[in-house]
């Protein structure tokens, strides 16, 4: 009986040693849990009192920045409107006839910039209240006839922001490049009002899919549906422009011009940023539930009206 006893306590010992191991690692378990809210709430409660304060955020040990550069700041960050946006409207001299219709709807002279991009000089006269227009014609020796068309307002892109580098857009700052084809409706308002929430200095390409998961299937889920319009910022349209001309060669075999720059843009790494109100309208017949059943944001764009019943009865 006593041999077996003997025995017996060291297995014990080893018991109360592992309670005690337990109960010291619980203690500092919740020593460390409190400790970690202690801090957080203190953290939120100190921002929340001196959030105001900008001199809780600035180095206490670093210069702070010269008046010009502090004007330079505010200034490029002040609000966006329709004088910093450059509109690159899609065009062939046989669809501006039926189409010019569209454009007229929204272009405001004086107020806007942009131009009209045409394969081949007018044939008739350009009248005054329509948006001015550039030539660009297709570069089927390179691209062959099926894909010339496609490639050219591709490059349109890159000439639009090439020439608003040298200054042959105006006056003014540009932060966007906003394509559309000559049969798409904007919404100016809406267009600055959604730019507006985007800082205009980083890489951005902004637009929607097409309505029609057929369309979406067989071109892209990740693409902006030209027809619908789309913006990309200055930024992003640089460093389009520099890799525009080999990424054509790259992705002649594809169908559209908006298809070629998503592929562009995927290469920089900028993706696209989805806005619900970019309409491509790839529908037949009647839009209006559609339409009723809007999200919450702004409409921007239609496109295809030509081919939709009428949205009102009037």
Known sequence: MPHGVSRNVPAMANVFSDADGKNERCCWLRRSLFALVLFSASYFAYFSFFSGDDAVRHCPFCEPPSASVVAVAAAARSPTTLAHIVFVIGASNATWVKRRVYTSLWWRLGAMRGHVWLDDEPSGQWQPSWPPYRVLKPDEPRFGKEHAA????????????EAAEAGREGDGEVRWLVMGDDDTVFF???????????????????????????????????????????????????????????????????????????????????????????????????????????????????????????ISPN
């Open 150 to 161: 496609a490639a050219r307002m591709a490059r349109a892109v890159a000439e639009a922001f």
């Open 188 to 310: 100016p308002e809406n267009l600055v009002a959604v730019l507006d929430k985007y800082d205009h200095r980083e890489m951005y390409y902004v637009g929607s899919t097409s309505e029609s998961v057929g369309q979406n299937v067989v071109h892209s889920y990740s693409m902006a549906f030209g027809g619908g319009g789309y913006a990309i910022s200055y930024p992003a349209a640089a460093a389009l422009a520099r890799i525009m001309d080999g990424c054509l060669d790259r992705y002649n075999e594809f169908y559209g011009s908006d298809h070629r720059v998503q592929a562009c843009l995927a290469e920089l790494g900028v993706p696209l940023t989805t806005e619900p109100g970019f309409h491509q309208l790839d529908l037949k017949g009647h839009v209006y539930g559609l339409l009723a059943a809007h999200p919450v944001a702004p409409l921007v764009s239609l496109h295809h009206l030509d081919r939709l019943n009428p």
